[in-house]
């Protein structure tokens, strides 16, 4: 079976800018994860998609949003970007919603702010 | 904010020698998981042990769990060098909950 998969692997943009990043699940996951890790913050949990709808939502401002197809890939996006959004953003797929089983980690995008 | 707290921050060892690395977290859990990280990639799941079990094994890992203490170890025998990595321990409240994370231990592991 193939892995999570992130798409792009890198990105650069500059301050004010929006960002589209994207997450496959593994076939047959219907839950998708994202996290932003940074080296001051570690992992911080953004949001949470189970069959199209957002179940769980970090504390994060309302220019971090996504949303999740019905084939279960996820996008999230990031407006008007600023410094401190460069990261690692890393998505999760698991079978179930929530943290109760094993969720299988992409190997992120590595994000870049100017 | 943190729900794990690993310790220690970070952990140098030489190849063949047993790593002991701690979590303590701050509510109940539903489960606690363990996961590795190598520089810069995605995180690998290790192990998940739920809050009705004490200790759990799969191969050269072994993990405990003490809910009245509201912690958990992770013990690596016999390390290798491809141990090397950032260990991070992640809980959920509740089934429905996400994983929250700690900042995890880097493990550094001398050849």
């Known amino acids: 079976k193939a892995g999570v998969t992130q798409t792009p692997r890198y990105l650069i943009k500059t301050r004010g800018q929006q960002v589209t990043l994207s997450c496959s699940p593994i076939?047959?996951?219907?839950?998708v994860s994202w996290y932003q890790q940074t080296p001051g913050q570690g992992l911080q949990f953004l949001f949470e998609?189970?069959?199209?709808?957002?179940?769980n939502k970090g504390n994060f401002p309302g220019r971090f949003s996504g949303r999740q197809f019905s084939n279960s890939r996820s996008e999230m996006n990031v407006s008007t970007l600023e410094l401190g959004d460069s990261a690692l953003y890393l998505c999760?797929?698991?079978?179930?919603?929530?943290?109760?089983?094993?969720?299988?980690f992409g190997p992120g995008t590595r994000l870049t702010v100017l | 904010s943190q729900q794990g707290e690993e310790d220690p921050q970070a952990l140098s060892i030489q190849e063949g020698e047993n790593a002991t690395m701690n979590c303590s977290y701050k509510?109940?859990?539903?489960?606690l998981q363990w996961y590795r990280q190598n520089s810069g990639r995605g995180l690998v799941h290790l192990i998940l042990?739920?809050?009705?079990?004490r200790e759990k094994h799969s191969g050269r890992l072994r993990v405990t769990l003490d809910t009245s203490k509201k912690s958990s170890s992770l013990l690596i025998t016999a390390s290798r060098a491809a141990d090397t990595a950032s260990y991070f321990c992640?809980?959920?409240?509740?089934?429905?909950?996400?994983?929250?994370f700690g900042k995890g231990t880097r493990l550094s592991v001398i050849a």
């Open positions: 999760a797929s698991g079978l179930i919603q929530g943290g109760t089983d094993t969720q299988y």
């Open positions: 076939s047959g996951h219907r839950s």
């Open positions: 998609y189970f069959s199209e709808t957002q179940r």
């Open positions: 509510t109940s859990i539903n489960n």
């Open positions: 042990i739920r809050s009705n079990e």
């Open positions: 992640a809980t959920d409240a509740t089934g429905n909950t996400p994983l929250v």
